[in-house]
C-alpha cells in the first residue's frame, strides 16, 4: 500500500530522531517519524534511573567519545553545545539538576523531557508513526527512498536514519547496520558498551557473596583510567567505574582496581603500627574498607592479627593488592544491560557537517547508528540532540 510522499521520513522516535523531526519540521519541511515501538523514546524513559541524564556541561568532543575517526564529533558538539539543549529544556518550564561532574537530570521525570520533545514535534507539524517496523529501505526509481513497513511503503525525497544501535535489544534492532551495508558502506565492529562485567569462575566462587557492596575505586585497562564507584553484583563487577572501563577493555584483558584511592596503603599500615598497635588488621581496614569486603578477604589476602604483629614485608604486599587488584572479567553482560554500542557506521561515508551519506545524497544517518560513542553520564545523549540538530539543518 503505498501513501503520500513526504519531505522527510525519519526512521527511529528516539533522541535523535524526535530531536531532528522537530527542527526539520519547524523549518517547515513535511515530516513523518516512524517508531518500532508502542511509544517513542523508551531509552530516554529507563535512562538514569527514570531521571535522564541528558547532557553534560563539560562535554569535550576531544575527551569524551570514541572512535575510528577521532575528529567526525568534534563539528556537531561545537555547532550544538549543552547549553543549547539546555536552553530548551528552560524555555519548556523543566525542572532540572546537576547531579555530579556536570551530569544534568530531570528533577521529576524523564517523562517531563520525552513529553517535551513529543509536543514540540506536534507543534511543528510532524506526524509520529508507532508500532512501525520498518523492513527496507531503497533507492526509489522516481527519486528519493521507498520505506517499507508491513504492507505499507512510504515515499521520501530524505531519509534519517536515526534508529540507534543494538543496546537494550528488546527496543532496539540492527536496522540501522543492515542498511548502511546495502548502500555500500562500512561497519565498524559492533560490540555492548558502558556495560557491566562477569565474573571469571574463580572470582565468582570469591566475590558473587558481596553483592551489593560499593565503594570508590581507580579502575584501568591499558591506558585508560577512571575514579568512579564500583559495585558488586552476583554476576560481577558493575557501578559507574566499571561501566565506563567497559568501552576501553576487549576479551582477555586485565582490569586493574584501586581499592583505596588517594591513600597509600603501606604508609597507613605502619603509622596504625605506632599509633594503636593493638588493632586487629581487619578492623583497621573497616576504617576505609565495606565490612563485607574486608570479611572477605581475611584469610584470601591476609591473616588476621594485631597490626603490631605483621612484618612490614606483609603489610606491604597487602598493600600492593589493595591498590592493584587484576580482574580478569569472564565476559560482560552483553547488550541486554549495555547503555550503548560501540562501533556503528564507519564515520568517513557521511558528512561530519551535514550527515549526508556522501555517496548516496538523500540519505542521513545520525545519533548511536554512527561509530562515535561516550563517555557514561550524559554523553551520548548530547551527542544524539547535536548530530540531529544538526543534520536537520541541512535538511
Known amino acids: 500500500m503505498s501513501g503520500p510522499r513526504w519531505d522527510i521520513v525519519i526512521v527511529g522516535g528516539g533522541a535523535?530522531?524526535?530531536?531532528?523531526?522537530?527542527?526539520?519540521?519547524?523549518?517547515?519541511?513535511?515530516?513523518?517519524?516512524?517508531?518500532q515501538g508502542p511509544k517513542c523514546g523508551l531509552k530516554i524513559l529507563v535512562s538514569g534511573g527514570g531521571r535522564c541524564n541528558f547532557t553534560n556541561i563539560w562535554t569535550d568532543p576531544r575527551a569524551h567519545f570514541l572512535s575510528a575517526n577521532e575528529q567526525f564529533c568534534i563539528?556537531?558538539?561545537s555547532r550544538y553545545t549543552p547549553w543549547d539543549f539546555i536552553a530548551l529544556v528552560e524555555d519548556n518550564n523543566i525542572a532540572y539538576?546537576?547531579?555530579?561532574?556536570?551530569?544534568?537530570?530531570?528533577?521529576?521525570?524523564?517523562?517531563?523531557?520525552?513529553?517535551?520533545?513529543?509536543?514540540?514535534?506536534?507543534?511543528?507539524?510532524?506526524?509520529?508513526?508507532?508500532?512501525?517496523?520498518?523492513?527496507?529501505?531503497?533507492a526509489a526509481a522516481t527519486g528519493g527512498f521507498a520505506v517499507a513497513s508491513g504492507?505499507?511503503?512510504?515515499?521520501?525525497?530524505?531519509?534519517?536514519?536515526?534508529?540507534?544501535?543494538?543496546s537494550m535489544p528488546k527496543i532496539s534492532s540492527d536496522l540501522a547496520f543492515r542498511t548502511a551495508r546495502q548502500f555500500g558502506l562500512d561497519v565498524v565492529e559492533t560490540v555492548p558498551a558502558l556495560v557491566p562485567f562477569t565474573w571469571n569462575n574463580t572470582d565468582r566462587q570469591r566475590f558473587a557473596q558481596l553483592s551489593g557492596v560499593s565503594l570508590p575505586a581507580v579502575v584501568s585497562c591499558g591506558d585508560s583510567s577512571f575514579t568512579e564507584d564500583i559495585l558488586f553484583t552476583h554476576?560481577?563487577?558493575?557501578?559507574?567505574?566499571?561501566?565506563?572501563?567497559?568501552?576501553?577493555?576487549?576479551?582477555?584483558d586485565a582490569v586493574a582496581i584501586n581499592l583505596l584511592p588517594g591513600l597509600d596503603a603501606f604508609e597507613w599500615f605502619v603509622s596504625a603500627q605506632q599509633s594503636s598497635p593493638r588493632i586487629l588488621l581487619s578492623s583497621l581496614m573497616q576504617r576505609r574498607l565495606p565490612k563485607r569486603l574486608v570479611q572477605q578477604l581475611n584469610s584470601a589476602w591476609f591473616e588476621d592479627c594485631r597490626?603490631?604483629?605483621?612484618?612490614?614485608?606483609?603489610?606491604?604486599?597487602?598493600?600492593?593488592?589493595?591498590?592493584?587488584?587484576?580482574v580478569k572479567p569472564g565476559g560482560t553482560e552483553g547488550y541486554r544491560t549495555a547503555e550503548v554500542t560501540l562501533g556503528g557506521v564507519a564515520t568517513d561515508a557521511v558528512s561530519s557537517k551535514t550527515f549526508e551519506v556522501k555517496q548516496t545524497p538523500g540519505l542521513y544517518i545520525i545519533g548511536e547508528a554512527l561509530d562515535v560513542t561516550g563517555w557514561l553520564g550524559g554523553f551520548n545523549f548530547q551527542w544524539a540532540w547535536s548530530s540531529a540538530y544538526c543534520c536537520a539543518e541541512h535538511l
Not at 530531570?106 to 520498518?134: F, P, W, Y
Request: with cysteine; glycine share 10%; net charge positive.
Open 151 to 166: 504492507e505499507h511503503c512510504f515515499h521520501a525525497d530524505k531519509v534519517v536514519l536515526a534508529s540507534g544501535g543494538l
Open 16 to 35: 535523535s530522531g524526535l530531536l531532528c523531526a522537530i527542527y526539520a519540521g519547524r523549518k517547515g519541511r513535511r515530516v513523518l517519524v516512524l517508531e
Open 307 to 326: 597490626i603490631s604483629e605483621v612484618a612490614h614485608r606483609d603489610l606491604r604486599e597487602l598493600a600492593n593488592k589493595l591498590h592493584q587488584w587484576v
Open 235 to 252: 554476576r560481577g563487577l558493575s557501578g559507574p567505574g566499571i561501566l565506563q572501563i567497559s568501552s576501553y577493555w576487549k576479551p582477555g
Open 97 to 138: 539538576h546537576e547531579k555530579k561532574l556536570g551530569q544534568q537530570f530531570c528533577s521529576h521525570s524523564a517523562k517531563d523531557l520525552l513529553n517535551m520533545l513529543l509536543q514540540q514535534a506536534t507543534a511543528a507539524g510532524v506526524e509520529i508513526k508507532t508500532r512501525t517496523q520498518v523492513r527496507s529501505i531503497e
Open 75 to 77: 563539528s556537531a558538539l
